[in-house]
Each structure stands twice: as C-alpha cells, then as structure tokens.
C-alpha cells in the first residue's frame, strides 16, 4: 500500500503541474497573437523605409553621413535582446550561441532583457548599459536605445554596431540573428545588415531593378538624408525588438503546450501503473480469503 500512496502523491504532484503549464500557455498564446500582430504590422514600414534610404543614397558618393561612415578598426557594440524570463524553449539559447559565433571576442554590450544580460557577465563580456522594455512594445521606449548606441558610434567609441535577436517566422519557428545596424550599407561579402534580416522584407538586388525609384527632394536630398538616417536607425531598433517578442510568446507557448501533453502523458502511465498494483493487491487479498475459508472447511 506504500507503493500505492506514492503514486497517488506522485500523480497529484503531477496534475497541479500540468494546470500551470496549461495557464501559461493560454497566457503566452493570448499575448502572442497581440505580439505577431505588431511584428508583422510594422514590417511593410520598415521594408518602405529602407527602400526610400536607399534611393535617397544613390544621391550621394562616398561617407556622405556620420552615419554612412566606415570605419578600419573592430570595436563592435552589440545590442542584444533577449527574454526577461525563461520558459520559453532554446530561444536564449541559441541567441547566445550565435552571438559566441558572430562577434568579436572584445565585444562590447547592450542589453534588453535579464536572460543573455546575466549570460554576457557570467561570461566576463562587458555589458556598457541596460534597458527594460515593457510588453507589448512600446515606439518610445526603443527610441532612447537606439539613441545611445547611435551617439556611441557617432562618438567614434565603436567602428561597428549590430543587433542579436530572434526573428520570427512563424509560430513554431524562430531564428537567432546577428546583424550590422551601423554603418548602413548595401550588401557586403559574408556580412548581413540590419535591413537584410530584420522582417526579411527588402533585398538590395531586387530593389535595384524596381522602375519606380525616382523622387523629387525638398529641401533637397542632404536634408531628407540627415533625417530618415536616424528615423532608419529608430524604426530597425524597434522592429527588432516586436520580432524578438514575438517570438518569445510563440516559443513559450509552443513549450508550455509541449509540457502540458507531457504531463498528460504521464499522468495515464501513472494511472494505468496506479490501477495495476491496486488490481493486484485486490487478487491477493481475495486469494488469501479463500485461502483462509478453505482451510475452515
């Protein structure tokens, strides 16, 4: 009967288990479907904001823009954004895979988000600053970090800035990226830009054939230049960071549904085993009664 009493404790244990699980995910799938709404809502944005720079560009020869400038040396700065909290799959994990892989070891950060913050000081990684976005994602609060990682590179602190996040392609699939915000250029050998892979909606080679490209400027193109380049920087902050959101909530749901059918799953094993020791205890009990009427006879 002891064996009995620990299965009953284990299958209760296991039933509170999975209704939390099973909050979670109703939770995580409420706010991922606000989440992929607004990742995808900004996306047709961005990809027009990214041509317009472009066409704007072909005005220009040369490091016409602070921003434009490339530089010789390899001071990176690397925005990272990650989750506040866990559960959530491998997501985190493989951010921080792909950023040991595609960063300079001397790498400086900045972080979004507690999970790859705590990461990149276990690590030794110098972390420059920390921000706290809440959720859903707000314009204004993006808007100073991309601020502080513009004016460090404008500064000359760093020759090169890029973003690690998760881009999300749908539900059950999200990939890390690690991309170069600044300088902005067009494509260059064995290196992807933040408009290359943030919504994955613009290719350079295709834009080029497009027949509508031609603008008229007022004032004139140094203008519009001097103030889409900081409006580009802004927007690809921020359409990082509702990607990577989003594909926090999928993930999380995806893995609270996962345990869920997990418990589940056990919850029967443990059932059946339940049922089968108690059948068997019944047996030998009847046995024994038998047993017993037998030798009174």
Do not use: W
């Amino acid at each position: 009967m002891a064996n009995l009493r620990d299965i009953r404790r284990r299958i209760k244990s296991v039933t509170n288990t999975a209704q939390i699980t099973r909050a979670m995910q109703l939770v995580a799938a409420s706010k991922m479907k606000k989440a992929q709404d607004q990742a995808l809502a900004g996306r047709d944005y961005a990809q027009h904001l990214t041509q317009m720079l472009f066409d704007i560009r072909r005005n220009f020869a040369g490091d016409s823009h602070p921003l434009l400038e490339h530089r010789a040396g390899n001071r990176e700065l690397v925005l990272v954004i990650s989750t506040d909290k866990g559960l959530c799959g491998p997501l985190n994990t493989n951010l921080a895979r792909k950023i040991l892989a595609h960063t300079s070891p001397d790498a400086h950060f900045v972080t979004v988000g507690r999970k790859l913050r705590i990461a990149c000081e276990k690590l030794g990684k110098k972390v420059v600053a920390d921000f706290t976005v809440r959720d859903p994602v707000p314009f204004s609060q993006t808007r100073p970090i991309a601020k502080y990682i513009t004016q460090q590179f404008i500064d000359g602190h760093y020759d090169k800035v890029s973003i690690a996040f998760t881009g999300f392609v749908n539900t059950l699939r999200q990939e890390a990226e690690v991309v170069t915000l600044l300088p902005i250029h067009g494509h260059r050998q064995g290196e992807e830009q933040a408009f290359e892979a943030v919504g994955r909606g613009f290719s350079v080679d295709q834009h080029a054939n497009d027949p509508d490209r031609d603008y008229t400027f007022e004032p004139d193109p140094a203008s519009v230049l001097g103030a889409i380049l900081p409006l580009y920087v802004n927007y690809e902050v921020f359409q990082a960071h509702v990607e990577s959101r989003a594909s926090e909530h999928s993930a999380r749901m995806v893995a609270m549904k996962s345990a869920t059918d997990n418990a589940n799953k056990f919850i029967k094993e443990l059932t059946l085993e339940y049922n089968k020791l108690r059948q068997g205890a019944i047996t030998s009990e009847l046995l024994e009664i038998t047993t017993a009427m037998k030798a009174m006879e």
